[in-house]
């Protein structure tokens, strides 16, 4: 079975509407919640990019059941592996062991603010090698000490942990990277809902785990207007992370993606009020083995309206195509 989360999106929401959304995304019944970590929006249009972490703390407390996620953090340069490590012990104890740690390699959209340049991909992976080892043996407990080739660790410890630890879910988009992380991540985070990226997870990792893939949504009573709104602040969406890891600011992803048309985003993304669209989006993601699939209601301002038709019309009808998931809580696996 699986379960269907809701994407606070932070590059369209203020940190106060964000809140109001998490709670509203609990009443209409969402399985999970996550919450995208920006510096930047993906487009001047999109407008917001509230620091996550505060706002992970208030939805904590605003929220009792929903699970939470971020998707991903990047914490190879703005976010000093160490630091990443006690914010995540944080919320898990805030919610009350409802948050799972979302881990990428990152784009130079909100990486470059740091002004340290951006590393080749190869580079950026073995530096979230080194910041994953260092996060997981400060959950573990104890004083750390860690000198590598790029991160340096003096003698730190996490004085309020969480029982439990906090699981970590890694993002892969083939199999390098699949085979570096499936074998230390308690879950799999992927946009491309390739059977391949799934089995060749499970293999690796040696046992089933979740998988948690995203889906982008404009849901609306009109047709036209939620695909010029799609058009409008998703249109980056089609370029694939080997090119937006790239770009070094909004500027970049509006004039890469100058020429994208209408027809083009309709083809990837449901637009409008016809709910079999929205439920057969999700379908490829299904079929291919995943677990968890977040769902991204494109423009700031439907929030609310799309919380209700999820509620009322569109969470029921993923459940009767798909099935309702027991459980979405992710944990951590077993370690020898």
């Given amino acids: ?36 970590d920006h510096y930047f929006p993906w487009l001047d249009e999109m407008g917001h990019a509230p620091y996550a972490w505060s706002v992970l703390g208030a939805v904590a407390t605003a929220t009792e059941r929903l699970p939470l996620m971020t998707y991903v953090t990047c914490p190879i340069m703005r976010y000093h592996p160490a630091v990443v490590a006690q914010k995540a012990a944080t919320v898990a104890l805030l919610s009350e062991g409802r948050f799972t740690l979302g881990l990428g390699s990152g784009e130079n959209l909100n990486e470059h603010v740091v002004g340290r340049g951006w590393p080749t ?51 892969v988009s083939g199999a390098r990277s699949i085979d570096r992380y499936a074998p230390v991540a308690d879950a799999m985070v992927a946009v491309q809902p390739e059977p391949g990226l799934v089995e060749r997870w499970d293999a690796a990792a040696g046992t089933d785990l979740p998988k948690i893939g995203q889906q982008p949504t404009s849901w609306g009573p009109d047709a036209e207007a939620a695909t010029d709104r799609a058009h409008a602040l998703f249109r980056w969406f089609g370029g694939g992370w080997k090119v937006n890891a790239e770009l070094p600011g909004t500027a970049g992803f509006a004039a890469a993606t100058e020429f994208v048309r209408r027809e083009d985003v309709a083809a990837a993304i449901p637009c409008g009020p016809d709910v079999s669209a929205h ?25 609310p309206d799309y919380l209700e038709f999820a509620r009322t019309t569109l969470l029921p009808a993923l459940r009767e195509e798909y099935g309702e998931a027991k459980d979405s809580a992710i944990t951590t696996r077993p370690w020898a």
Avoid: N
Wanted: net charge negative; hydrophobic share 45%; charged share 25%.
């Fill in 279 to 303: 439920v057969e989006a999700v379908r490829p993601f299904v079929d291919a083995g995943f677990t968890h699939v977040a769902l991204v209601e494109i423009g700031g301002e439907m929030q």
């Fill in 121 to 171: 991909a190869d580079v950026r992976q073995d530096m979230l090698d080194e910041a994953v080892t260092v996060i997981r043996r400060l959950l573990a407990g104890g004083y750390v000490t860690h000198e590598g080739p790029h991160y340096r660790v003096d003698s730190a410890k996490i004085w309020d942990l969480p029982e439990g630890g906090v699981p970590l879910a890694i993002a």
């Fill in 1 to 36: 079975m699986t379960s269907f989360g809701y994407t606070l999106m932070t590059e369209q929401r203020g940190p106060r509407d964000l809140v109001a959304d998490a709670v509203g995304a609990e009443r209409a019944g969402f399985d999970f919640a996550v919450m995208s």
